[in-house]
């Protein structure tokens, strides 16, 4: 079992930026890939960047060069820094575990094994 645990989402300006944060327990953190996923109101779970334990990096279109994710094995935790936000960045975020380790990462989020409860980023125009 992994438990994954979300936190600084919140309400920002466009144009500002933003770092959520996953804390990961249960299992070998390093083992698994890891990676951000967001849902917008009445749209599917879409994926936004995963990181493999070593740190190899994959980018949704939509993110690519505004958002950085990052991974700290010692301290179980992954990051997302979001910048230059924009109103369509506006979603529950969450973080997901890959134990099957497939890379490059499933772009369908029924295809991860675990979740957390999600952050709410909220990004005013």
């Known amino acids: 079992q992994v438990q994954l645990v979300e936190s600084g989402g919140r309400l920002v300006q466009a144009g500002g930026a933003l770092k959520l944060s996953c804390a990961a327990s249960?299992?070998?953190?390093?083992?698994?890939?890891m990676g951000w996923f967001r849902q917008a109101p009445g749209k599917q779970r879409e994926f936004v960047a995963a990181v493999r334990n070593f740190g190899s990096t994959y980018y949704a279109d939509a993110v690519k060069g505004r958002f950085t994710i990052s991974r700290d094995n010692a301290k179980n935790t992954i990051y997302l820094q979001m910048n230059v936000l924009k109103p369509e960045d506006t979603a529950v975020y969450y973080c997901?575990?890959?134990?099957?380790?497939?890379?490059?990462?499933?772009?369908?989020?029924?295809?991860?094994?675990?979740w957390g409860q999600g952050t709410q980023v909220t990004v005013s125009s």
């Open positions: 249960g299992r070998t953190f390093s083992l698994y890939a």
């Open positions: 997901g575990a890959d134990l099957l380790y497939q890379w490059p990462p499933p772009l369908v989020y029924t295809l991860w094994d675990y």
